[in-house]
């Protein structure tokens, strides 16, 4: 029995029987829901991927290619390439299936580092953008395409506040959790142009200790790469801003304990100094017992919603004054 109710075993043959190669739902119901709900935390990853249409995902297509996960990221033993922890920005080596045999994910392992008809001067002028721009760059328009917003703001200073005593949620006219006692205010967008960066594979993660500059927004992640380096290629990214505790004298983010049964957790107590002062303490890190909010930013590569190639990113959109690539440095754009 579980609260009251009788539960019975599992029907262990019919499990048995049920056994095969996951469908986009599987994975999904991790990965769509990352970071506490549908489509918060990839720009290009949420519950409308289930079931796409073309103009959503050319590969995932529900009545076109309808590619599962597992088509591109080739699992051997349950490794899967394509981690947004170790990522290919320019893949140089030859076409393989699927890139299993070389274990990536990358565009390039299907369709070569020269993926147009060179037949025309359109084609062969846009095989000499692959050395210097990601496949991504031009055949994700936007983000957030399938009717599911995504969260590009989470301010967790406003968290703790009450009604009557009692945490509270209200949500936007989309249905979208707008303000959350627990975690804070948020911010939802659709169709979201995404930020541009040079890459080249290396993403570094701010860890706890590292001394930061609030007067400015502290990087929780920070990609590297430039226009020179010979390896790196403009990427698109979400870019999610926050607001995030810090210890104002040691100048670095803090632990805090959130969750718990005991009276010491945020979700319990509402009060960030108690919070703070026991997730120091379990993590064995030095805490002056002040602190304040600082602003944030975290960026997560896109490589999702392919739209279809007639509507990918015209040259227009990146080849003017105030172009879509306009704060990306190092090099010059005509147009």
């Given at each position: 029995k579980f609260q009251g109710q009788d539960i019975l075993p599992p029907d262990w043959s019919k499990v048995a029987k049920s056994v095969g190669t996951p469908a986009r739902e599987n994975c999904g119901t991790c990965h769509f829901y990352g970071g506490g709900g549908d489509g918060v935390k990839h720009g290009d990853i949420d519950s409308s991927l289930a079931q796409p249409n073309r103009d959503l995902d050319v590969h995932m297509d529900a009545k076109g290619l309808n590619f599962a996960c597992e088509t591109c990221h080739a699992s051997d033993a349950h490794v899967f390439p394509g981690s947004r922890y170790t990522p290919t920005a320019k893949d140089t080596k030859a076409v393989s299936h699927r890139g299993a045999e070389r274990n990536v994910a990358t565009c390039e392992s299907c369709h070569s580092q020269q993926p147009h008809k060179a037949s025309s001067l359109i084609g062969y002028n846009l095989n000499g953008h692959t050395d210097k721009v990601a496949c991504q760059t031009c055949h994700i328009p936007a983000m957030?395409?399938?009717?599911?917003?995504?969260?590009?703001?989470?301010?967790?200073?406003?968290?703790?506040?009450?009604?009557?005593?009692?945490?509270?949620?209200?949500?936007?006219?989309?249905?979208?959790?707008?303000?959350?006692?627990?975690?804070?205010?948020?911010?939802?967008?659709?169709?979201?142009?995404?930020?541009?960066?040079?890459?080249?594979?290396?993403?570094?993660?701010?860890?706890?200790?590292?001394?930061?500059?609030?007067?400015?927004?502290?990087?929780?992640?920070?990609?590297?790469?430039?226009?020179?380096?010979?390896?790196?290629?403009?990427?698109?990214?979400?870019?999610?801003?926050?607001?995030?505790?810090?210890?104002?004298?040691?100048?670095?983010?803090?632990?805090?304990?959130?969750?718990?049964?005991?009276?010491?957790?945020?979700?319990?107590?509402?009060?960030?100094?108690?919070?703070?002062?026991?997730?120091?303490?379990?993590?064995?890190?030095?805490?002056?017992?002040?602190?304040?909010?600082?602003?944030?930013?975290?960026?997560?590569?896109?490589?999702?919603?392919?739209?279809?190639?007639?509507?990918?990113?015209?040259?227009?959109?990146?080849?003017?004054?105030d172009g879509r690539l306009a704060n990306v440095p190092g090099f010059y754009m005509p147009g």
């Open positions: 957030a395409r399938g009717g599911k917003a995504t969260k590009t703001m989470w301010d967790w200073s406003t968290a703790g506040k009450l009604k009557d005593g009692k945490p509270y949620v209200t949500h936007d006219a989309k249905g979208n959790e707008s303000y959350a006692s627990i975690k804070g205010d948020f911010k939802w967008e659709e169709n979201v142009v995404p930020t541009y960066k040079w890459f080249d594979g290396t993403v570094r993660y701010s860890l706890v200790g590292d001394f930061i500059d609030p007067k400015k927004p502290v990087p929780v992640n920070q990609v590297y790469g430039s226009a020179d380096d010979g390896k790196s290629r403009i990427w698109p990214f979400k870019e999610m801003k926050g607001r995030q505790a810090y210890d104002t004298v040691n100048s670095a983010l803090v632990y805090t304990n959130v969750f718990g049964q005991n009276d010491t957790a945020f979700w319990t107590n509402f009060k960030w100094d108690k919070a703070i002062e026991a997730g120091m303490k379990a993590a064995g890190v030095s805490y002056s017992g002040k602190f304040d909010f600082v602003d944030t930013v975290m960026y997560w590569p896109l490589a999702h919603m392919v739209a279809p190639k007639e509507k990918a990113v015209e040259c227009g959109a990146c080849h003017a004054r």
